[in-house]
């Protein structure tokens, strides 16, 4: 058994976090046995971390891997230019599996570093290149191969039989840990659409697409899908919406959207620093918060610039700042257990509570006497990406260190 005496945050609910100043953490067999104010344990072996700050491992449920390398690149585009310029092109390398093995370990190294340990990742369309993605994958993951059968560029544009195929393929053999990936409705025909639902039902695998992310997208929508009333309609004609369905964005939407989403379960994940890079707009929280939609924050790399979500978490509280206050414990919560949440996977990982898994980080700070959870995490924040880019100490997965500074 290993005991952390240690400081200790940990994120219950959006409201609710705990916070141990003198705490401990016993773990035994990769799993939390308690987690509280410091108490001696016999049989223990101690890691005196009084001098370092522990919080769960983050939850990212948005992350593009094969747009690694061009992370943060725009000059000044918005969502449909940029993909065409930027973001096609260096998926198209995926085709090269040497590739996709190079960009794969620097990808997964860079999360472990930031303290990645729960995600959902988007490969491309490339069935070797997905298999890469998986085989190298050192975290807790869902995987997807994106699907295009229309209205791409030339390298990644698939028939609707192949894009089913591969599908299928993959979703046969990773099941819960595949997510049935239709980009999103311009790159996507009806049917690929209907069969993409089909497959998810049948494999019981999750569903990932972006939505209502960009004036001109929605717009391309409206003129390619003429018959539905809006874009969730488009999905949910499909039966893309369900209960293990996780939509990116939801910028621009109507209450008779949010209807569907609250009606058929499905869950959101939102992407401020990826929404102020490309200028997508504020996705008005508020509304989902009434409405009680479960949703999580991610970086959406690479319209997010970077993999740290303490990068995410800070520009979460300053794009809602006008309209809605929220404190760095809230954001902490946003980050690790309702990514957690959204995925299904809330019983075994997202916080520091007795049973779970121990999925955690130890920061390099240390909390000064008169410290609050709330204060810790704001200077960490306050302090910028030169200093949370190096924060992490050891980040701990399943009880066992895979990162250390
Ligand atoms: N919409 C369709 N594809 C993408 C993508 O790769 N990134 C973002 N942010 N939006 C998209
Ligand atoms: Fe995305």
């Given at each position: 058994m290993i005991l952390y005496r240690t400081t200790i945050i940990n994120p219950i609910s959006a409201s609710k976090c705990q916070f141990f100043q003198d705490g401990a953490i016993l773990i035994k067999n990769k799993k939390i046995v308690y987690c509280g104010n410091y108490k001696k344990f016999p049989n223990t072996k101690i890691f005196d971390y009084r001098e370092k700050v522990i919080i769960p491992g983050f939850c990212d449920t948005h992350i593009h891997l094969p747009q690694f390398e061009v992370r943060?690149?725009?000059?000044?585009t918005k969502l449909l230019p940029w993909l065409k310029k930027y973001i096609w092109p260096e998926e198209a390398k995926f085709l090269n599996t040497n590739h996709a093995k190079k960009v794969s370990q620097k990808f997964y190294k860079d999360l472990i570093k930031n303290g990645t340990l729960n995600t959902l990742i988007w490969g491309t369309i490339h069935e070797k290149a997905v298999e890469i993605v998986f085989n190298t994958c050192p975290i807790r993951a869902i995987i997807g191969k994106v699907m295009m059968d229309q209205n791409s560029s030339k390298e990644l544009l698939e028939t609707t039989k192949k894009t089913i195929k591969i599908t299928e393929n993959l979703a046969k053999k990773?099941?819960?840990?595949?997510a049935v990936t239709p980009r999103f409705a311009p790159t996507c025909s009806f049917e690929s659409m209907k069969q993409a639902a089909k497959i998810a039902k049948k494999y019981k695998t999750y569903i990932q697409t972006h939505i209502n992310e960009n004036k001109d997208e929605i717009k391309w929508v409206k003129k390619l899908f003429p018959k539905f009333k809006s874009y969730t309609e488009v999905y949910q004609k499909a039966a893309l919406?369900?209960?293990?369905t996780i939509l990116a964005h939801m910028i621009h939407f109507t209450q008779e959207e949010l209807k569907i989403i609250k009606k058929t379960k499905t869950k959101i994940t939102h992407c401020p620093t990826s929404n102020i890079a490309l200028k997508s707009g504020r996705m008005p929280i508020e509304k989902l918060l009434q409405e009680k939609i479960p949703f999580a924050i991610s970086t959406?790399?690479?319209?997010?610039?970077?993999?740290s979500m303490f990068d995410v978490m800070k520009a979460f509280i300053k794009i809602h700042k006008k309209h809605k206050k929220i404190t760095p414990t809230e954001s902490l919560y946003y980050a690790t257990l309702a990514g957690a949440q959204i995925l299904g996977w809330q019983k075994q990982t997202?916080?520091?509570?007795?049973?779970?898994?121990?999925?955690?980080l130890i920061l390099d700070t240390k909390a000064q006497k008169n410290d609050t959870a709330n204060t810790i995490l704001q200077k960490i924040m306050q302090k910028g990406k030169n200093y949370y880019d190096n924060i992490i100490y050891k980040t701990i997965f399943q009880g066992k260190e895979i990162y250390k500074k």
């Open positions: 943060g690149t725009f000059s000044g990773y099941k819960q840990n595949f919406l369900t209960e293990k959406d790399v690479g319209a997010g610039p970077d993999t997202g916080n520091l509570i007795k049973g779970k898994s121990a999925d955690l």
